[in-house]
């Protein structure tokens, strides 16, 4: 009888840690896509800066740079497309419309 708490006992040991070691690669999971997430959004940060830089040096050169402001609007593009992907928005959330229209509206404001 002894041996059958035993083994309740050893099994219910290796549940329990089975449990918290899956919690705990969630956990990691989570937030390494946290880290991608926030290096996306740096990324993107700097391309907009960078888009800007190249929409002033369009508009001081009378339009002989246009290739590179086109560049990085299709990079900027493709970094908004990787965030939504880590965080698993197959479409654009109300934030990410929100975020899309801002980089539209403040490109806009930079051409002119």
């Given at each position: 009888?002894?041996?059958?708490?035993?083994?309740?006992?050893?099994?219910?040991i290796?549940?329990?840690?089975?449990?918290?070691?899956?919690?705990l690669?969630?956990?990691?999971?989570?937030?390494?896509?946290?880290?991608?997430?926030?290096?996306?959004?740096?990324?993107?940060?700097?391309?907009?800066?960078?888009?800007?830089?190249?929409?002033?040096?369009?508009?001081?050169?009378?339009?002989?740079?246009?290739?590179?402001?086109?560049?990085?609007?299709?990079?900027?593009?493709?970094?908004?497309?990787?965030?939504?992907?880590?965080?698993?928005?197959?479409?654009?959330?109300?934030?990410?419309?929100?975020?899309?229209?801002?980089?539209?509206?403040?490109?806009?404001?930079?051409?002119?």
């Amino acid at each position: 009888m002894d041996s059958y708490w035993a083994l309740a006992i050893l099994l219910l040991i290796g549940v329990l840690s089975y449990r918290t070691n899956r919690s705990l690669v969630e956990n990691q999971d989570a937030i390494f896509r946290g880290q991608e997430v926030l290096t996306g959004l740096n990324e993107l940060m700097v391309e907009i800066l960078e888009a800007e830089s190249a929409a002033r040096g369009f508009r001081d050169r009378g339009g002989k740079v246009l290739s590179r402001s086109l560049y990085l609007t299709t990079q900027m593009n493709a970094t908004v497309a990787q965030l939504r992907t880590l965080l698993r928005s197959p479409q654009p959330t109300a934030t990410a419309r929100l975020a899309e229209g801002l980089i539209a509206e403040k490109l806009a404001s930079t051409a002119a």
